[in-house]
């Protein structure tokens, strides 16, 4: 059973090369510089303290990678997919040796509890293996005969696609992108976040060391108006798989413009949860912790609403608030810790700023509302309560670990209150009326929503948001849909008519 000292022990073994060398691009299988010799600096949120130099990349680094890419895919779409197959469970075998050390790596570069970065590693594995077994079968289509025609569809990999992704959870969102565009035929050029390099680059050597043909991956350092921006407008990149801000969607979107851009979009949310008076409460209130308060916050589908019926919110917020203060904040590499400092400055400040902004709005804070200790980018748990939904903190993403709470009296105003929102991400519904179940999940406006549970997720199924929550869906088939072109061909069947112009 690993500890604090032993965990911290193992981690600077890990990290010592990075000091050394640095966080490197990957282009065309090697590892290399920005080609201009940029760097910048990462820091790790536990304690601000220097981990390593990163790759500053600009338009050139990705005009290499993107060539790359090009020159590496013919080879790639056209190999069995039996063998990409064989490729990628090797990736994931690679993921599955390397777990601590990406587990590790991960909490100290992004502030993530270790609780949940050594299951998110295997995750990641897993999501390599699910795409491994679709690989074989990526091209299938349909036969569609008609009385003149035999109509086939079958699939085609798109291209050479770029894949952009956030510092929450990096690595085991990236596999999610990576993993289906590869086991599709697709080339990648991915471009992790500036905040969190260092597991993309841990990733990227797995796939090296599993065999993956060079240039099929290529791995692009750098900020996102520079390096990211240029990837979004590379005439070679057929499409982008984007992982972050609505706003920054909203960016690439128009970047993309002028090279007719494909856009996959996960973006973010203001995930409400609904709980009813006739619910199992005592789950519900677990549910409603962990959907808001594991991953520091930091995660796109919280439940970051949480709207209760007024007949139950007295004795429900009450337990809430003993249990949020009861949440352990500490080093994240601490077995026991389940909050662990936010990413940066950047992002501590935003979050913080919504203190001030619940006060002066006129809601409460009933627990947090501080930040912790005075070296990293530490926050208490925080729960605001007597709310509304035009409040600021009710209606924007602050993705930390802070929850607004609101109470309502009907069924219709919860949902009234649920689909008041520019996002559309997630919901959750808590209810043993099983006609209201259905009744609310068909009204409630969101991509994905769970009902008397939290977030399972589950490979197969849809994965993705509506309103400003993104664009196009992952898991399952859903992702080659993205990553593939339909191509459909008619043979006639028989002599049909033609019609004769000018006989
Ligand atoms: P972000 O949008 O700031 O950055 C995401 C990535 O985009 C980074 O790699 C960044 O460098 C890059 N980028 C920034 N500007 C760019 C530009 N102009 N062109 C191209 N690339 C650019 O997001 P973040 O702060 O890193 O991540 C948090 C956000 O991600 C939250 O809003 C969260 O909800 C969202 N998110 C959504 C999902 C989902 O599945 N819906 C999952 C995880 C995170």
């Known amino acids: 059973m690993s500890d604090l000292n032993s965990n911290v022990a193992d981690l600077s073994g890990y990290l010592a090369r990075f000091a050394r060398d640095g966080v490197m691009n990957h282009i065309g299988g090697k590892a290399c510089p920005a080609l201009s010799g940029s ?13 390593c130099v990163v790759a500053r990349s600009d338009g050139a680094d990705v005009d290499a990678a993107a060539r790359a890419a090009k020159a590496a895919f013919g080879a790639w779409r056209d190999m069995d997919g039996t063998e990409r197959k064989k490729i990628l469970h ?113 990733l990227m050597e797995i796939a090296e060391d599993a065999g993956l043909p060079a240039g099929v991956w290529n791995l692009v350092n750098g900020l996102g108006e520079e390096a990211g921006k240029a990837l979004t407008e590379h005439p070679d990149i057929k499409a982008i798989a984007f992982v972050g801000e609505s706003k920054t969607g909203s960016m ?106 619940a006060r002066s709005e006129g809601a409460s804070i009933a627990a947090g509302g501080k930040r912790v200790g005075d070296k990293g980018w530490f926050v208490a748990p925080t729960l605001f309560t007597g709310a509304s939904n035009d409040m600021a903190i009710a209606q924007q993403e602050i993705f930390g670990p802070v929850l607004t709470a609101m109470t309502f009296e009907t069924e219709d105003e919860a949902l009234c209150i649920a689909n008041d929102s520019p996002y559309g991400l997630t919901g959750y519904v808590w209810t043993n009326d099983l006609t209201r179940a259905m009744r609310f999940t068909d009204a409630l406006e969101a991509g994905m929503i769970w009902v008397n549970s939290e977030n399972v997720r589950h490979l197969p199924t849809p994965f993705g948001g509506v309103k400003a929550s993104g664009i196009g869906r992952d898991g399952g088939d859903w992702s080659f849909d993205f990553y593939m072109e339909q191509k459909h061909i008619g043979f006639a069947t028989g002599q049909h008519k033609i019609p004769r112009l000018g006989a």
């Open 39 to 51: 760097t910048f600096d990462n820091a790790s949120p536990v304690d601000e303290s220097h981990i």
């Open 90 to 202: 090797r990736i994931a075998d690679g993921i599955v040796e390397r777990a601590n050390e990406i587990a590790l790596c991960e909490c100290w570069d992004t502030g993530q509890a270790l609780r949940f970065m050594s299951k998110a590693a295997l995750r990641a594995a897993d999501n390599f293996r699910f795409f491994a077994d679709k690989a074989p079968s990526a091209r299938d289509g349909q036969m569609l005969p008609s009385q003149t025609l035999m109509n086939v569809t079958t699939r085609q990999p798109i291209g050479p696609v770029g894949i952009i992704t956030p510092w929450n959870t990096p690595f085991m969102l990236s596999t999610w992108k990576i993993a289906p565009a590869l086991a599709a035929g697709c080339t990648v050029v991915h471009k992790p976040a500036e905040f969190s390099p260092v597991t993309a680059s841990i």
């Open 252 to 357: 690439i979107m128009k970047q993309g413009a002028d090279t007719l851009k494909r856009v996959h979009f996960e973006l973010g949310g203001k995930n409400p949860v609904i709980v009813f008076d006739d619910a199992d409460l005592d789950r519900a209130l677990d549910a409603a912790i962990f959907m808001i308060y594991s991953l520091n916050g930091e995660r796109c589908t919280s439940s970051s609403r949480l709207l209760v019926q007024s007949t139950i919110a007295e004795e429900f917020l009450a337990k809430l608030t003993k249990r949020v203060n009861n949440i352990r904040v500490g080093h994240p590499l601490d077995p026991k810790t389940e909050i662990g400092p936010l990413i940066h400055k950047t992002h501590f400040d935003k979050v913080t700023s919504y203190f001030d902004l």
